[in-house]
């Protein structure tokens, strides 16, 4: 059997790559950077087979034409887009790990795709640059609809991420798995609001989380976390599918910072693991 062997929650923004001073706020840039070093520290030391990325894309490998609600790379290898200052990667993959976890979660009665190709955007790229920055650790990309309507609930992505942590577990091909899921928080994207943070959002989510509260995040109204937050908040999908695949024991916060340079309150979590 399996194990998860390290968990976390990690925002990311294209800015943290493009403009690594912060521009006016570059103490809480640093700040975010010691907070991911923290991070990569601990995930070396935890010696992952795979680490599973749970992110989304923005219209670069999935367009409005094809939009899946979950997705799963298949393949040896994930190369990035390298869009908007991100880094141009090519990441290893495990293609019979996710050969495994991909006919598990069918069975599992998740309709979810399966890409051999699927090419990675900064949600991905953002993350591993500082949490892997030699690439060398396989990785299981899986995307998840954060952006065009109808989303998959959160009270979904809460039953997703336990279908993926049992997939986990029961396979076989790699013994020891990191989990990732990537995204948010409060911000608004390509809209007026664009710039704002929600700040008594970001804290109350991160309160809850941290608490181990996942099933009560799942029970948020979606509307209201994208109203209150913006659209992007509606990454915390991807942090719920974490949390729910790790089962964590505890929680240490490395960072919560309302970056305006980056448009992007910037949380990082570690989840402690059994």
């Not at 990569?40 to 992110?55: E, N, Q």
């Not at 598990?104 to 500082?130: N, Q, W």
């Not at 809850?208 to 996942?214: D, I, L, N, T, Y």
């Amino acid at each position: 059997m399996a194990e998860v062997v390290w968990a976390a929650g990690v925002s990311h923004t294209a800015g943290m790559l493009r403009d690594p001073g912060g521009g006016g706020d570059g103490d809480r840039a640093k700040r975010v950077y010691d907070g991911f070093a923290k991070l990569a520290a601990s995930l070396a030391a935890a010696r992952p087979d795979v680490l599973v990325v749970i992110a989304t894309d923005h219209f670069l490998t999935f367009p409005y034409e094809t939009m899946p609600a979950f997705a799963l790379g298949r393949g040896e290898r994930f190369e990035s887009w390298g869009e908007f200052g991100a880094p141009k990667l090519a990441v290893p993959g495990n293609a019979a790990f996710g050969d495994e976890i991909y006919r598990r979660l069918i069975a599992a009665e998740f309709d979810v795709t399966g890409a051999a190709e699927m090419r990675l955007d900064h949600s991905f790229s953002c993350p591993l640059k500082f949490l892997t920055p030699d690439c060398a650790t396989p990785v299981l990309p899986i995307f998840v609809n954060c952006n065009v309507e109808p989303l998959p609930t959160l009270k979904r992505a809460l039953a997703f991420g336990r279908a993926l942590g049992a997939a986990i577990r029961a396979q076989d091909v790699a013994g020891r798995v990191a989990v990732v899921g990537t995204g948010g928080l409060s911000h608004w994207i390509g809209l007026p609001k664009t710039g704002e943070i929600n700040t008594a959002f970001d804290e109350d989510f991160l309160a809850a989380f941290e608490k181990g509260q996942v099933d009560a995040i799942a029970g948020w109204d979606s509307d209201r976390v994208i109203r209150d937050a913006g659209n992007g908040a509606a990454e915390i999908r991807n942090w719920i599918i974490a949390a729910a695949a790790a089962r964590p024991v505890g929680a240490r916060r490395l960072a919560y910072e309302p970056v305006f340079a980056w448009k992007t309150g910037i949380a990082l979590v570690e989840l402690g693991v059994r």
